[in-house]
């Protein structure tokens, strides 16, 4: 067992919980919006959750790379998600001042998932 394949496996649960606390989390808080009409509240509250399930494509992706991927596809991946959750991570950072934990796993995700193909 490589140190790679762990930091990607890693990197991978942490993007896992991220996503899945990402759509439950902010869709309880949009749920508690006054949004009118009905309709646009149900439209927001969907788009919110294609965010959550990029992370969560990306979290999939990053499990199954040490064992199903070589080592070039590794890097091509980690390299569209660094763009992926450092966008994220980013855009987290600056709307709450640093104030939001996200953005920190965020960063987490991309610390692991690079040290797994560059280490």
């Known amino acids: ?3 790679n394949f762990f930091a990607l496996l ?3 649960v942490l993007a896992m919980i991220t996503a899945v606390g990402h759509g439950y989390f902010g869709d309880q808080m949009l749920a508690r919006q006054p949004i ?4 646009l509240k149900t439209f927001i509250r969907f788009c919110y959750q294609f965010g959550s399930a990029g992370w969560l494509a990306g979290a999939v992706l990053l499990l199954i790379a040490p064992a199903t991927m070589s080592q070039e596809t590794q890097l091509w991946l980690v390299g569209v998600l660094l763009l992926l959750y450092g966008f994220g991570a ?3 950072f600056w709307f709450t001042k640093g104030r939001h934990p996200g953005w ?3 960063a987490g995700v991309i610390l692991f998932a690079a040290v ?3 280490y």
């Not at 009118?36 to 309709?39: A, F, H, I, Y």
């Open 1 to 3: 067992f490589r140190m």
């Open 10 to 12: 890693v990197a991978g």
């Open 36 to 39: 009118e009409p009905k309709t």
């Open 90 to 92: 980013g855009v987290n």
């Open 104 to 106: 920190v796993l965020l």
């Open 116 to 118: 797994g193909v560059w």
